[in-house]
């Protein structure tokens, strides 16, 4: 292979950037300085210290009874281990309407799978009675539905409870919901929308440092884990979750820093408490929605805004990556262009994890000077 990269030297002298992005987010310090300890052993007494309350303390946070698991890895993971946790020799119904929902169907395609997909133009919602007219066309058909909670591509939150609801109407079809930019700022109850299998990465909305995915997982999910030598090894259910219930700890070496960064941002969460983290998150995209509409247009469906992500269509025809450039160098702040396809089309604001309406207001005051609205 002919590699065209070449070693650029990491230096350690950049300027400290805010990060409006669309994951990651900015960290508390104390939760990076949470990372600064000396190192331990992942079979120590310790370790089944720090993993049982990270793990007990995700499952107060989420309000859920299901079982948690937090596993090394970013939550691209658990696209791989939920269908080969879950899936058999059934289809798998991928609705698409953007570019995170069009990947997990190719992922899922990768692994061998049967693949349905119900095609929405992107910036729309998923509909449930779509989903429903597409399950009842062949019920025994579908070993399981993966919907994208929130659509980072085109800031677009899919409606996962009322979809859950059809989805529960087939006791033998799995619900798995990738929720990777929304857990943490956009709630969601859990067993009432039969959801199976939900996850998150950790850099978007609960504000850690990237390097951890989490994924709740219903009973009925554990017991279906399929009994072939095609399961998940290192994300299988079972592995993850009979070794928890064993040794409150992780069957391999875990990232141990970012596992003591993830017990205090989550006392922080705690603290806070899911009720006023949703809140503070819906006065956020609300503040965002308004700015975007004053000066350009929202690229979602209306009604299907996220609560996390604004994707803003670049109805003046802006220089995107310019501005971008100009906010970083002159302000120290970060924003996002569209993804792939509609970079210079849209533009991204991250409001998620640590991000207050008034810190959001810094960054849109910022790209008005530079963009001259
Ligand atoms: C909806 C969604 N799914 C999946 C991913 C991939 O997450 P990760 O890079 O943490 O594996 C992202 C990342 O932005 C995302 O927004």
Not at 11 to 21: A, F, I, M, S, V
Not at 281 to 305: K, N
């Amino acid at each position: 292979m002919v590699s065209v990269t070449k070693k650029r030297e990491y230096t350690g002298e950049y300027p400290d950037k805010t990060l409006y992005l669309p994951g990651p987010t900015e960290v508390r310090d104390d939760v990076i300085e949470a990372m600064a300890e000396p190192m331990f052993g992942h079979r120590m007494d310790r370790m089944t210290d720090l993993y049982t309350t990270i793990v007990e303390d995700t499952k107060e946070f989420l309000d859920t009874d299901n079982d948690v698991i937090v596993l090394t890895a970013s939550g691209t993971e658990f696209w791989e281990a939920t269908t080969l946790n879950l899936v058999d020799d059934g289809r798998v119904l991928c609705p698409t309407s953007g570019a995170f929902s069009e990947r997990q169907a190719n992922v899922t395609e990768r692994l061998g799978k049967d693949v349905e997909r119900i095609e929405y133009d992107w910036g729309e919602a998923v509909k449930p009675e779509d989903v429903r007219a597409t399950l009842e066309s062949d019920a025994a058909a579908y070993d399981a539905v993966t919907v994208v909670m929130n659509e980072t591509s085109t800031g677009v939150r899919n409606p996962i409870e009322a979809i859950g609801d059809v989805v529960a109407e087939y006791p033998d079809t799995y619900f798995v919901v990738d929720a990777i930019s929304a857990l943490g700022g956009d709630y969601v109850d859990i067993e009432a929308h039969g959801i199976d299998a939900i996850f998150t990465s950790v850099q978007k909305a609960f504000a850690m440092p990237p390097g951890l995915a989490v994924c709740v997982v219903s009973d009925a999910a554990y017991e279906r884990e399929v009994e072939t030598d095609d399961s998940s090894w290192y994300g299988g259910f079972r592995r993850c979750l009979d070794y928890y219930d064993r040794k409150g700890q992780t069957h391999s070496t875990p990232a141990i820093p970012l596992m003591l960064a993830y017990r205090k941002q989550m006392k922080h969460m705690l603290e806070e408490t899911h009720a006023a983290r949703d809140e503070r998150h819906r006065e956020m995209a609300e503040y965002t929605r308004d700015w975007a509409r004053e000066h350009f247009d929202l690229y979602a469906e209306d009604g299907y805004e996220s609560r996390t992500v604004t994707c803003i269509e670049n109805t003046r025809g802006i220089d995107v990556s310019g501005a971008i450039a100009t906010v970083s160098e002159e302000y120290d702040m970060v924003f996002s262009n569209g993804y792939g396809d509609i970079g210079e089309e849209t533009l991204r604001i991250g409001h998620m994890g640590e991000h207050t309406v008034e810190s959001v207001r810094t960054l849109t005051d910022a790209i008005e000077d530079v963009a001259d609205l």
